[in-house]
Nanobody
Framework: QVQLVESGGGLVQPGGSLRLSCAAS????????MGWYRQGPGKQRELVAT???????NYADSVKGRFTISRDNAKNTVYLQMNSLKPEDTAVYYC???????????????WGQGTQVTVSS
């Protein structure tokens, strides 16, 4: 079994900051990419940011310069530092990990349960 558990969501005023965390646990051999996606009200799920095991990052244009993704490979944990938050950042944020449970098994995607981020005055 593999679990991804997110934390750090909440209500914040425009211009504020939040830091999301996601820890992967269970029977894990290796983790390649980890990332954050979000789904706003009435919208499809979209990519926010990803990071490889080597530290290469990719961001959606809408969050570049405001959000920073990082990871601690020893803890199987990925973080998302969100600054200068805007009302349009309001969404459920989901953690994703592309991982192998065994050396000879192909990698597959795992998802967290989601954490709500609300940006409002």
């Amino acid at each position: 079994q593999v679990q991804l558990v997110e934390s750090g969501g909440g209500l914040v005023q425009p211009g504020g900051s939040l830091r999301l965390s996601c820890a992967a646990s269970g029977s894990i051999f290796s983790i390649d990419a980890m990332g954050w996606y979000r789904q706003g009200p009435g919208k499809q799920r979209e990519l926010v940011a990803t990071i490889t095991s080597g530290g290469s990052t990719n961001y959606a244009d809408s969050v570049k310069g405001r959000f920073t993704i990082s990871r601690d490979n020893a803890k199987n944990t990925v973080y998302l530092q969100m600054n200068s938050l805007k009302p349009e950042d309001t969404a459920v944020y989901y953690c994703n990990a592309d991982l192998r449970r065994h050396s000879s098994w192909p990698p597959r995607d795992y998802w967290g349960q989601g954490t709500q981020v609300t940006v409002s005055s």
